[in-house]
């Protein structure tokens, strides 16, 4: 039963675009939202959050749209760079101390 | 800021072997992950530990022991490893207990092969 799902599972774009990563969840208690992003060879690194209590937060290129009705939310990078190629993982908390990671999103910037 | 290290890098087993990965963090955390990510699957908890000398299971906990004798270090065994298996075992730390706004800190990670 997985509890965070992402899509696409990779994805592909030219500098300059802005890439959309999607994520959905089941658990309505969830109430934090962590987007961690990772290099190959390195863990995964805190990239931005959101916390229930938003719809939107912005940071630099990095954005994340909340949807808490629709238990969906969104990673936008605009103005992509190859810098940016990794792999993105959406996750999720209640209030315990168990963070709930997805699949993951590939993301592959071409110059 | 404070580093998570994993040991060993590389680490190649065989079937029924037990294994015992190790990691250290000097941030002073109270909470200590061990995570499994495999190609596909993301990462599923295993262990995590909020203080010295406790343990609690995560989803993925069987065919795992884990010990947390200091504050600063946390270590993983694989009871009996599995043959073809292949994934690569995150450590992790966060500050507080309890609370679900934490940042978790990841290692580099410990790459399994078991011939």
């Known amino acids: 039963q997985q509890q965070v799902r992402q899509s696409p599972q990779s994805l592909t774009v030219w500098e300059g675009e802005t890439a959309i990563l999607n994520c959905s969840y089941e658990?309505?208690?969830?109430?934090?939202f962590p987007w961690y992003q990772q290099f190959p060879g390195e863990g995964p690194a805190l990239l931005i959050s959101?916390?229930?209590?938003?719809d939107k937060k912005e940071d630099g290129r990095f954005t994340i749209f909340f949807n808490k009705r629709e238990k969906k939310l969104s990673l936008h990078i605009a103005d992509s760079q190859p810098g940016d190629s990794a792999t993105y993982f959406c996750?999720?908390?209640?209030?315990?101390?168990?963070?709930?990671f997805g699949t993951g999103t590939r993301l592959q910037v071409l110059p | 800021g404070g580093i998570i290290t994993q040991t060993p890098k590389f680490l190649i087993g065989q079937e029924g072997q037990k294994l015992t990965l190790k990691c250290q963090q000097n941030?002073?955390?109270?909470?200590m992950y061990w995570y499994r990510q495999d190609s596909g699957k993301g990462l599923r908890l295993i262990y995590y530990?909020?203080?010295?000398?406790?343990?609690q299971k995560g989803d993925l906990s069987e065919g795992y022991d884990a010990s947390r004798e200091k504050k600063s270090s946390f270590s993983l065994t694989v009871t009996s490893a599995q043959k073809n298996e292949m994934a690569v075992f995150l450590c992790?730390?966060?500050?507080?207990?309890?609370?679900?706004?934490?940042?978790?800190?990841f290692g580099s990670g410990t790459r399994l092969t078991v011939l």
């Open positions: 992790a730390s966060s500050e507080r207990t309890g609370g679900s706004a934490e940042t978790l800190y």
């Open positions: 658990n309505s208690a969830f109430d934090y």
């Open positions: 959101i916390l229930s209590v938003s």
């Open positions: 996750a999720a908390s209640a209030n315990t101390n168990k963070v709930v």
């Open positions: 941030f002073n955390h109270d909470t």
């Open positions: 530990s909020i203080t010295e000398n406790d343990l």
